[in-house]
């Protein structure tokens, strides 16, 4: 094993015989260029513009999408619904026409006329913290090390397979994903602009609203960060005078950081990337005072990924299994280990040994824990949880690295140094406490669901996305008495540059078969009935199971119609958006259906949720988008669902553990309802 001495011996030697090295990638990242992304025709983040020779996102019918609104509205806030429909006609008959052509203009001058808008609305102006609010997070199958070099050895190896699928990027070279087209006798290309973004990209906070930087890469990704005890290191991974490093010599610069002891007078800077953006934007203002904090911050900027290498594992107050027999990593589960890819445990444990404003976060455990966190406004899942499985295969599939490797004469890693004023000091102890109350009130579970899979939902003749999300609206009125606002991201990539769009799950079917499925139920009647909740008493009529499965039938018929009408671009919130951001640019009245109450609750996402596949039983999750809310990522597998529920421990009435158990229930009494209709 190399030991630290050895690390003094390579900075020596490397500064005679390679001096120009960090020298050569510095002077490039001082070169970097940054834009605002922009998504007019002519500044696309595809190299050859493939996305123009895809379908342009239509723009809905005005009258189909407030006949949608109106159906939120009855459900969602239904003592609101006379209001809203005067308020409807009245917008049909007025300023609506006029917002509507000019999103039909709009779409006939850009890429796609939905995602500049969407960007900003969903991420660039919300001002929240990114950990647990924005930042999903991912934990993986764990590693086994026998050793600090084996973990050396798997992340030099991880890097250098990220460096091939970066030029594999660089070169245009990606296989366009595809699906089936819509009558299903062919395929459909898909836009692939997430790939090749997400290393291109940096959040960078703002007082009013974040920028997205757009990174040049003829000046950036040639260094990575690896953070480690708190304190960060740049390491080059290419440069113009030699190239690429080599996997020994990448083995050589991680094993000098690791080896190195934790020094208890680094200050946590990277918490400061845990503040709500205004407040981060101010901070970076001050340590931007400091020639030398502007060079670390550019480097951090235009660094190809950060790896967070960390020391230490959570406690078990990060536990939250459902039973003691479930998934378990030696003395942690994995609600711990998502919490450690989420947040890190806070200020107490890792949360400063990131970075969060960075898209890729690599993050490795001293007891094998190998996961993920990424910043969202770069893209969606399905873009970097691929690249990270797909690599990750790779590796693992390698042989035994060989022993006999030349040593390195590599400069040691660039120690990141901060110089840091009162002021700075202050915002970072301002930043540890906030982050830290933010963590503590996190409540997570984790369900593994295996008494059956989605090939039982198929054989129902249901897509397994619908009949999930048929089960988290039963849970929630089971739980609540109600049904609320429900998001889950419906990928509209058929288009090109196309994000996502909003799947409404909570439909007027959806609430009958939900009533009729608590028939007399106790703990729901006295939700229903609790003062102030705003819902109707429930209805005890008995219903047989043939009239059950009937409900079941129109709500499962409603919610493949919303799924299939959001994909396909008829989705109604990025119309609503858009309709308000046409108004907003031109200058004149924000409409009344805007400012109206039944609009703020009808955009109050009590309940967030996303199908996250991946290609093995990884967790991924993220925190509840409003405070009263559920967060609910689930993972879709052959052997069964994974589940992870989030909700805050301050709101009171949610409870993640409670949520998780009752789902479980519920998906059992659902297929007892199926299978009983299958032998009628």
């Not at 094993?1 to 020596?12: A, E, F, K, P, R």
């Not at 005072?289 to 990060?318: G, S, Y």
């Not at 994995?334 to 806070?346: E, M, P, S």
């Not at 590796?395 to 030349?406: K, S």
Request: glycine residues 6%; negative net charge; proline residues 5%.
């Amino acid at each position: 094993m190399v030991g630290t001495n050895l690390c003094s011996c390579i900075y020596h030697r490397g500064t005679t015989i390679l001096e120009g090295w960090r020298d050569s990638v510095l002077g490039a990242s001082r070169r970097l260029l940054v834009t605002i992304g922009s998504l007019s025709r002519d500044a696309s983040p595809c190299p050859d513009k493939k996305e123009e020779t895809l379908p342009i996102l239509p723009v809905p019918s005005l009258e189909v999408t407030m006949q949608k609104y109106l159906a939120q509205v009855e459900v969602i806030a239904p003592n609101h619904l006379e209001k809203t429909r005067n308020m409807v006609r009245a917008f049909l008959s007025g300023p609506g026409p006029k917002l509507q052509q000019r999103l039909v203009e709009r779409k006939q001058k850009m890429t796609n006329w939905a995602t500049d808008w969407w960007l900003k609305d969903m991420y660039l102006s919300v001002p929240l913290a990114l950990p647990i609010n924005s930042n999903p997070g991912l934990a993986a199958r764990p590693k086994r090390f026998s050793n600090q070099k084996d973990a050396a050895v798997f992340l030099s190896r991880f890097i250098t397979e990220l460096l091939n699928y970066q030029e594999l990027l660089d070169a245009n070279g990606l296989e366009p994903d595809k699906v089936k087209s819509k009558d299903g006798k062919g395929m459909e290309l898909l836009c692939m602009a997430q790939h090749y973004q997400m290393f291109r990209i940096y959040r960078r906070p703002g007082i009013n609203s974040d920028e997205q930087i757009i990174l040049d890469r003829a000046t950036s990704g040639n260094n990575i960060i690896i953070a480690h005890h708190n304190q960060f290191y740049s390491v080059p991974v290419r440069a113009p005078d030699r190239g690429r490093i080599t996997e020994a010599e990448l083995v050589q610069q991680i094993l000098c950081i690791i080896e190195t002891k934790a020094d208890p007078r680094t200050p946590p800077v990277g918490i400061l990337t845990t503040a709500k953006r205004p407040t981060w934007a101010k901070a970076r203002e001050e340590l931007f005072k400091h020639e030398r904090n502007r060079h670390n911050l550019e480097l951090l900027e235009c660094c190809l990924c950060v790896v967070c290498i960390d020391d230490d594992i959570l406690p078990a107050t990060f536990n939250n299994a459902l039973k003691k027999e479930d998934r378990w990593i030696g003395d942690r589960d994995y609600a711990n280990v998502l919490h450690h890819a989420l947040h890190g445990g806070g200020s107490r444990h890792l949360g400063a040994n990131r970075w969060f404003d960075k898209t890729v976060h690599l993050i490795l455990g001293k007891d094998g824990m190998w996961g993920l966190n990424y910043e969202h406004s770069a893209g969606e899942a399905t873009a970097i949880f691929k690249a990270f499985e797909e690599l990750t295969e790779k590796v693992d599939a390698m042989p035994p690295p060989d022993e006999n490797t030349v040593p390195s004469h590599l400069p040691a890693p660039e120690k990141l140094e901060w110089h840091l004023s009162e002021q700075s000091l202050n915002h970072i102890r301002d930043a540890m406490t906030t982050f830290d109350s933010l963590v503590e009130d996190l409540d997570l579970c984790i369900l593994w669901f295996e008494d059956y899979s989605k090939d039982f939902v198929k054989s129902c003749r249901i897509s397994p996305d619908v009949y999930i999300q048929l089960a988290l609206q039963l849970t929630y009125f089971k739980l609540h008495g109600k049904l609320v606002t429900t998001y889950e991201s419906a990928g509209i990539r058929r288009f090109a540059l196309g994000r996502v769009d909003c799947i409404r799950a909570a439909s007027p079917e959806a609430l009958a078969w939900a009533t009729a499925m608590c028939q007399g139920d106790p703990e729901t009647q006295e939700q229903s009935n609790t003062p102030d909740k705003g819902t109707k008493r429930v209805q005890f009529t008995i219903y047989s199971q043939e009239r059950l499965k009937e409900l079941f039938d129109l709500a499962v018929q409603r919610q493949t119609k919303e799924m299939n009408d959001n994909i396909n671009g008829q989705g109604i919130d990025n119309h609503l958006m858009g309709l308000h951001y046409a108004a907003k640019e031109a200058g004149e009245p924000i409409p009344g259906i805007f400012t109206d109450e039944a609009y703020a609750i009808v955009n109050h996402f009590t309940l967030s949720t996303s199908q996250v596949t991946t290609k093995n039983d990884a967790i991924v999750g993220y925190g509840p988008v409003v405070p009263d809310g559920y967060g609910c990522a689930y993972n879709i597998r052959n052997n069964g669902f994974i589940f992870s529920v989030s909700a805050f421990h301050s709101d009171g009435d949610t409870n993640a553990m409670r949520f998780a158990q009752t789902l479980e229930q519920n998906l059992r009494d659902i297929a007892t309802m199926l299978k009983h209709a299958l032998h009628q």
